[in-house]
């Protein structure tokens, strides 16, 4: 694969994420509980991924490995319950701006560990990506949003266990196939899931059943593709670039609540939607290397 599939591959693994509000909201009205449809989300997107990697490609891991693949999806798991919290008592307007915080996260965790400084483009792509995503969230039109402590302790979180989640995508298990690397970080994610927000709700098969449809949705958009896309897409393109091309679920997010919940999307959301598309694509501009700038000018001379 050239560089920009797997560019690509992230990118679409963001979008999946985008697709996943809309639905939420859905089955909010129809009755279910936080609980619920996030259990049903991850048990049932976690057995999707396993039937799908029972028919690909394995390799023999050591118990060392597991471990540390089930570690790695961890982040996974409490980045849901984080943000599910964070929506307890702040505006989603709100809470997605404490969770794209992510974007800035993760060029700063890529420089402390991997001593990789983000170039001048990333750095302006980030500073397009923050003012798209305050201005796409509606809080320039929302008339003000209420802020509590707890809910920004819980948004901040979120955004610090995304970025994590990213970094690990991008330098756990590289030599693993996809399908199987991406079950094992799944399964991380779930058991931490049923640990810190156990869904007693789906022992009672009337609410499993009802919830079940919600469940598979989300879970192959939430669950099975954005892990298996990553997996596959960012140990080639590493967490910094990862994090500006996972901000295409704002986008989507705000195109969906449009066009299906039939929400209004003011013109300054737009303008954040096109702030946010066209900073992913600075952060994907190439600096011209200076080395090879000297080359051309030296041969230029020489002529």
Not at 3 to 24: A, E, I, K, M
Not at 282 to 287: E, I, P, R
Request: glycine share 10%; proline share 5%; aromatic share 12%.
């Amino acid at each position: 694969m050239k560089t920009w599939h797997y560019v690509l591959l992230v990118f679409l693994g963001g979008c999946c994420y985008g697709v996943l509000s809309t639905f939420v909201k859905l089955a909010y009205s129809a009755g279910f509980t936080v609980s619920a449809v996030t259990g049903s989300q991850y048990l049932l997107g976690t057995l999707l991924i396993w039937i799908v990697a029972l028919f690909t490609k394995k390799k023999k891991l050591s118990s060392k490995q597991i471990v540390t693949l089930l570690c790695s999806g961890i982040p996974f798991g409490l980045t849901g319950v984080f943000y599910y919290h964070s929506l307890e008592t702040l505006d989603a307007s709100l809470a997605i701006i404490f969770l794209f915080q992510f974007v800035w996260i993760g060029s700063l965790i890529e420089w402390i560990f991997l001593k990789k400084a983000p170039s001048t483009p990333k750095l302006i792509s980030i500073a397009i990506l923050v003012v798209g995503s305050i201005l796409a969230a509606g809080v320039m039109t929302n008339g003000g949003a209420i802020l509590t402590w707890q809910g920004a302790i819980w948004g901040a979180l979120s955004a610090v266990t995304y970025t994590l989640f990213i970094f690990f995508s991008s330098s756990v298990g590289k030599d693993i196939p996809p399908v199987q690397k991406s079950a094992f970080l799944t399964t991380g994610g779930v058991l931490m899931i049923f640990l810190v927000l156990p869904p007693t709700d789906l022992f009672h098969l009337p609410v499993l059943m009802g919830v079940a449809p919600y469940g598979l949705y989300l879970g192959f958009f939430g669950v099975v593709l954005p892990p298996l896309l990553f997996s596959i897409g960012m140990p080639h393109i590493g967490p910094g670039l990862g994090t500006i091309l996972t901000t295409s679920e704002l986008p989507v997010v705000v195109i969906l609540s449009s066009l299906v919940l039939g929400e209004q999307v003011s013109m300054w959301q737009w303008i954040g939607v096109v702030l946010i598309l066209g900073g992913i694509m600075v952060g994907n501009l190439k600096m011209p290397n200076r080395k090879m700038k000297s080359n051309v000018h030296l041969e230029s001379r020489s002529a």
